[in-house]
């Protein structure tokens, strides 16, 4: 059974009342496989399209004595100098790769999160042609959200962003100083909490796609869309919750590589960017694993119980005993 | 008796043939520009003014000096009133000029500068087209404009000649640009004469624009009174204002009364010696300024002053007044301790401040008035969000109170020689800085990234290194940037790199000469290059027509590094021992790659230890260096003490025999992080 659960997984999770942050958690660490492959995928991505821009610098860089002093510290002048050069090319021609293999990295993500989402909602390690049979089977259908999501996202972040400008402009006018920061900051809290309703809301429509194995995409959008509105304290709290451990991650991957890793080491840069990143992966799985969770609670389609009225114990009745004369009677009931 | 008639006669026929001449040549309106537009002390000497009442003060009391130290040619008294709703300025203005120039005067040209800030002015024409440092002009907006009209200009002795006023267009003859008005006379002034002006006359100030106007309730009041144009090597120089250009006027005395709301607090060039509350809520301040040659003001109701702070200069205590936004104010001491230190530094290495006053202003946020410089008056800029590491105030306070040096002592002309102003003084910046904040870190220094003022100043001039020379009009420069990147970035440049061809010894006290004998003059370029050449005792043309006059490149690199065995065709048996033994043949190329010509030092180092100088012309296009030795060749650098600042290219400077991958590896590192980022940040908000 591939978009659907059998009823005992259904009742057991149906009776699950933990906490959704715990639930997705929960998913999280019983699926790290999952974390793994797509840092993995992360990597090798960044570097396919990191070849571009090492080869440029490789060139310039690697027979000067000028470039040591990026080694032993950071220094500006030599970084811009270097983006300066011919020889760079066009800023364009090396980055553009990297942004490439990034939205390859989004097609990815795209075809492989059916299968994370039907792993976290197994209670069993889901076997790969599972995994690969929900990725296959729900592509189509993701790609289709992912065209709403993307217009809905982008309308309202358009909209949102636009009356950001205006209100920090006006705020401009004013003679308190602080005024456009202070409103700067206010107006991006509310465009991130906005933003992320709307992403749970598209994140319960691709829970319910894959695990109800609805082909009709617009019917999970407006599931998604009511849960989403009922719920939206409980799943909102979860989400940002989770993108504040991102930040967190984020900072304290930066900190220590600012602080402990010396300048001269690109094994310890290596080492640090890398974990940072890895970590980073953490916090948007454990919100698919939120969605997952509230889904089983709260989404599943109540299972029609139809009352079993058993069929009638037809005992076959024997044939009349031929009545033999001066044997004894059967007892008759009372 | 016939002869006696005839002795009579010939005089008064000479007489009247000079009135009718002179008559003729004033009638004459704005002569061109470089034409000698005066009339000859000999020719008109028995037909011109010479108001023996008036003088200019030789008053002392802004200057720790008894003597006045310029040589005074003009006194402004302006009692001005402002209107902060309005943001006009109605005042009059009694200029008394000291005819100095030893040939007689005939008209005068004045600047109206607000006058710049309309859709048709050359100023606005130019800033839509070469860009400018503030405003883009992709629409034109009310705001925006200024205007500086006079009312009314009366001589004294010679009446009211309103209506003789006409603007005149010298530089680019657009009828529409009313910047230059000038002033034909009915009687010429004298040589050693005095001639007074009585001018009525209003500005609109715009929402900031070119360190000049208002923001929200801001003001700065720069460039904003009818002022006289300068009477230079034989002709009057009054230029247009253009969008990369500046100023230039003579030095004198300024009293100015600034009457504006009781609520504002003010600051202003010069010592305050008055201030009193008016009836109507409007107070009013005057100042008084000694041997400077212009004046400039500000107000807003919400600076907070720090004015505690005293400099002892070498001439007498310097009062430090510091202006900050409320916003800032933490910063106050950041902005009074870059301020006396740059006070040292210039005081020590060039010579006296002699004002009594320095008024640091920081002005409104978002506003186009910071960094600014005026005399005994300078503009910062900052921001509430300023970590200690990001340098931003330090160096606008330091480059503008450098100003006081180079513009407001050492008084060239900002139109036409806008590198001996804002260059020498990012020359002195670098050095300043430096000396505060070190080479590497003067500009940033936050988390381990940094960058040095000098390969800042560097970057800007190689950026634009082949559009322009150094020595031309303000106004002639390609683009905005060209302006920025060839006056300051190149001049600092060019300049750090004479001091690595005569020392910085020598350099130093030629900076100290040119600024002690030029202090209180209008100086040409070639005063400050025969200086030089004075001081050091050599023959500078050849890097001054390449790096000052002309527009040549810098790009030398070593091609190549190489070294085989002299017996590379024997087998190797043990290639360890062969190492030691071998005796290696290593070249060296050097290439001139562009046509900038400049000795230079190559330093060659081997895998044995040796280092070895060896010394290129640089006059053909390329040389080789060649070597036999048991050592091979690990790398060659061109300029081994980094003493070049203008050559274009630093990373081709040198070669390894060995690729070093580490440098571009850390790069790497980041870029992967940036772009793994990058796509996970995609995929969060995208699936």
Known sequence: MVGGLSEIERREFMSNNEVLLGSGLSRVRHNKRYIFWFYV???????LGAGAFGNVIHQILDHSLHAESLVRGFDMGTL?????????????????????????????????????????????????????????????RFIRLMIVAGIVMGAVAGALFGLEAALVKAAGESTNEMLPFEMKVVTLIIIFLVMTALRIWFDLAQADVVLSDQPAVRRSIGRGFRHMWRNLGRLLGSYVVTAMVAGIILLLGLCVWMKFVPPASVFGAVVVSQFTLLLLLIPRFWQRGIAVSYYLQSMVEPIAVHPFTPAPVITPIAPPAPVIPNSPAEPQGI | ???????????????????????????????????????????????????????????????NSTQPMSQRVVHYEIDAKYDAGKHTVDATEVLTYHNLTGVALDHFPFHLYQNAFQPNATWVREAKIAGSRDTGYDKWEAKEYGSEEIKSIEVAGQGDLTSQLHYIQPDDGNKDDKTVIDLPLRTPIAPGAYVQFKIAFHDQMPETQA????????????????????????????????????????????????TVPQFEVVGASGVKVAEVNNP???????????????????????????????????????????????????QADRHEKILRESLEHFESWYGPYPYKTITLVDPEPDSAAGGMEYPTFITGDSSWFMPAGLHLPELV??????????????????????????????????????????????????????????????????????????????????SFNSYGGITYGKTASVLLTLEGIIGEDTMNKAMHTYFMKYRFTHPTKEDFLKTIEEVSGKDLRWYFNQAIYGSQVMDYRVSRVESFPVNWYEEKKDSKKDDKNSVYR??????????????????????????????????????????????????????????????????????????????????????????????????????
Request: hydrophobic share 45%; proline share 4%.
């Open chain 2, 586 to 687: 290593s070249f060296v190329w050097v290439h001139r790659r562009e046509d900038f010509v400049m000795p230079v030092e190559v330093e060659v180092k081997f895998d044995n230890g040796e280092t070895l100088r060896e010394h290129w012309d640089g006059a053909s296009r390329w040389t080789k260096f060649e070597y036999e030795k048991k050592a091979k060749v690990v790398s060659a650098e061109i300029d081994p003490d980094h003493k070049i600042q203008i050559d274009r290219n630093d990373f081709n400077n040198s070669n390894t025999a060995e690729a070093n991958p580490k440098p571009a590896r850390k790069l790497e590192t980041y870029f992967m992080f940036l772009s793994q980022w990058l796509g996970q940040a995609l995929a969060w908000w995208a699936v």
């Open chain 1, 41 to 47: 995928l992360n990597v090798l991505l960044a570097w």
């Open chain 2, 397 to 478: 306070v330091e480059h503008e109170f450098g100003h006081q040096y180079w513009y407001g002592m050492v008084a060239t002309n900002e139109f036409e020689d806008a590198w001996m102003d804002e260059g020498i003084n990012s020359y002195s910046e670098v050095k300043v800085l430096d000396s505060i904040l070190g080479k590497r870190t003067s500009m940033l220094d936050v988390a381990g990234v940094t960058l040095g003022e000098r390969e800042g100043q560097r970057l800007s001039y190689t950026s634009v290194a082949d559009v322009d020379p150094i020595a031309q009009k303000a106004y002639d420069y390609y």
């Open chain 2, 211 to 258: 360190r000049s106007g208002w923001k929200r309730d801001f003001m700065l009041g720069g460039q904003w009174f009818p002022k006289v144009g300068v009477f230079w090597h034989g002709a009057w120089n009054c230029h247009q204002y253009h969008a990369m250009t500046e100023f230039f006027a003579d030095f004198g005395v300024y009293d100015v009364k600034l």
């Open chain 2, 1 to 63: 008796m016939k002869i006696r008639w005839m002795i009579l006669f010939f005089p008064l026929l000479s007489v009247v043939a000079v009135s009718l001449l002179v008559k003729e040549h004033t009638a004459h309106a704005a002569p061109p520009q470089g034409a000698a537009a005066a009339v000859t002390a000999a020719s008109a000497a028995s037909a011109v003014s010479n108001n023996s009442a008036l003088t200019i003060p030789d008053t002392t009391l802004a200057i």
């Open chain 1, 80 to 140: 811009v100098e270097l983006f300066a050069r011919p020889e760079f090319g066009p800023t364009m021609a090396s980055t553009a790769p990297a942004m490439h293999f990034a939205f390859l990295f989004l097609f990815l993500t795209v075809l492989f999160v059916p299968g994370v989402l039907q792993g976290y909602a197994a209670t069993y390690r889901l076997p790969r042609d599972d995994f690969f049979r929900a990725c296959g089977r729900n592509l189509w």
């Open chain 2, 280 to 330: 109507d809520n409007s107070k009013t301040l005057t100042f008084h300024g000694d041997d400077i040659h212009d004046f400039a003001w500000t107000v807003s109701p919400r600076f907070k002053v720090k004015e505690d702070g005293v400099y002892q200069g070498q001439m007498g205590p310097v009062q430090m007044r510091i202006l900050m936004q409320p916003a800032h104010w933490s």
